[in-house]
T-cell receptor, first 110, second 115 residues
Framework: QQQVKQSPQSLIVQKGGISIINCAYENTAFDYFPWYQQFPGKGPALLIA?????SEKKEGRFTISFNKSAKQFSLHIMDSQPGDSATYFC?????????FGKGNQVVVIP | GAGVSQSPSNKVTEKGKDVELRCDPI?????LYWYRQSLGQGLEFLIYFQGNSAPDKSGLPSDRFSAERTGGSVSTLTIQRTQQEDSAVYLC?????????????FGPGTRLTVT
C-alpha cells in the first residue's frame, strides 16, 4: 500500500525555467507536509514544509501549494538553476515518521 | 555543529552473516529514526526512538532486524542472517521532539551490499 505518490517521475528543465512536481497522499492523519531534497551520496535534507491549515508557503525560489480537500501538494521551483538538480521527495509527517514518496528526479540544463 | 554521523559508510557482507550499523545523532536531539532506501526508491521507515520511551518498531520488515539506543544517544541497527533483499542504503535521522519532528536531519547513510 503506497500512501504517497509523486509525479512526474523525472523532469528536465532549462535554466531559469519553472519546475513543478506533485504529490498525492491518502492518509488524512498527516500533521505536516514537507519536501526533502537529496543529492547523490547524501541523505535527504528538508527544503520547505507547510502546515495543513495553510494553502501556500514561499521561501525564496521555492513555493509549496497545498490542497487539503484534494489531498495533494506541489513544489514549485522558480528560476531553476543547475544546482537544483537533485531528487525531491514529498514526505508527509504523522505518527512519528515521514512517509516518503518514490521521488522526482529534476535535471536543470544550462 | 556536527551533523548526524553513520558508520561504516559501506558494508559488504556474505549472505547469512550478521551486520551492525551505527548512528550518532545530533547532540540534544531526543528523537532518532532509521529508514531504508532501496535503489531508485523512496525511504522506508524502520524504527523510531523517543527519549527513554519504548521504541516504535512497527516498520521493521522481519524479526531479523533489531535496534537499540544506548543512553539516549548512539543507536545500533542489527540485521541477523542477512539476505540479498536486505541490500540497501540504511539512513539514520534525528530531530527535536514535538511539533518540529517533521524536520529530520539525516546522516549520509550506510550502503549495505549482501553477496
Amino acid at each position: 500500500q503506497q500512501q504517497v505518490k509523486q509525479s512526474p517521475q523525472s523532469l528536465i528543465v532549462q535554466k531559469g525555467g519553472i519546475s513543478i512536481i506533485n504529490c498525492a497522499y491518502e492518509n488524512t492523519a498527516f500533521d505536516y507536509f514537507p519536501w526533502y531534497q537529496q543529492f547523490p551520496g547524501k541523505g535527504p535534507a528538508l527544503l520547505i514544509a507547510i502546515r495543513p491549515d495553510v494553502s501556500e508557503k514561499k521561501e525564496g525560489r521555492f513555493t509549496i501549494s497545498f490542497n487539503k480537500s484534494a489531498k495533494q501538494f506541489s513544489l514549485h521551483i522558480m528560476d531553476s538553476q543547475p544546482g537544483d538538480s537533485a531528487t525531491y521527495f514529498c514526505a508527509p509527517y504523522g505518527n512519528n515518521r515521514l512517509a516518503f514518496g518514490k521521488g522526482n528526479q529534476v535535471v536543470v540544463i544550462p | 555543529g556536527a551533523g548526524v554521523s553513520q558508520s561504516p559508510s559501506n558494508k559488504v557482507t556474505e549472505k547469512g552473516k550478521d551486520v551492525e550499523l551505527r548512528c550518532d545523532p545530533i547532540s540534544g536531539h531526543t528523537a532518532l529514526y532509521w529508514y531504508r532506501q532501496s535503489l531508485g526508491q523512496g525511504l522506508e521507515f524502520l524504527i523510531y526512538f523517543q527519549g527513554n520511551s519504548a521504541p516504535d518498531k512497527s516498520g521493521l520488515p522481519s524479526d531479523r532486524f533489531s535496534a537499540e539506543r544506548t543512553g539516549g544517544s548512539v543507536s545500533t541497527l542489527t540485521i541477523q542472517r542477512t539476505q540479498q533483499e536486505d541490500s540497501a542504503v540504511y539512513l539514520c535521522a534525528s530531530s527535536f521532539s514535538g511539533h518540529s519532528s517533521y524536520e529530520q536531519y539525516f546522516g549520509p547513510g550506510t550502503r549495505l551490499t549482501v553477496t
